[in-house]
């Protein structure tokens, strides 16, 4: 992680947590305009299923942000669906795509 600023070090390291601490498919951690940080676990029941990433960016939205810095995204899948924060941020918020190990991949911009 040594190719990212610390604040995104610092939501990989959040979207990893979250990850493990569940062990679900992925996590995710987003940073709002303010420095405020979300992290999320996938979520996969009968009823209800959601993205890691689309989790942090709801729970960001519940605590009333206005906008999003940046957000990561931690798979061992080839892609990220960044699709909700590209409708909720705009355009060129950075999201960070790591491997479970936290090995950066990508970093892509919605």
Partial sequence: MSDLSAEDAKLVTLARAARARTRA?????VRDSD???YAA????LDTVELTALQL???MALASG????EAAAVVTESDSADVGVVR?????NIPVV????T???RDVVHT
């Fill in 65 to 68: 942000v206005k906008g999003l």
């Fill in 41 to 44: 676990c996938t979520v996969a």
């Fill in 56 to 58: 942090a960016v709801a």
């Fill in 97 to 100: 795509l790591a491997l479970g």
């Fill in 87 to 91: 409708h909720f941020a705009g355009a």
């Fill in 35 to 37: 420095g405020r940080t």
């Fill in 102 to 104: 936290g090995e950066v």
């Fill in 25 to 29: 498919a992925e996590g995710a951690a």
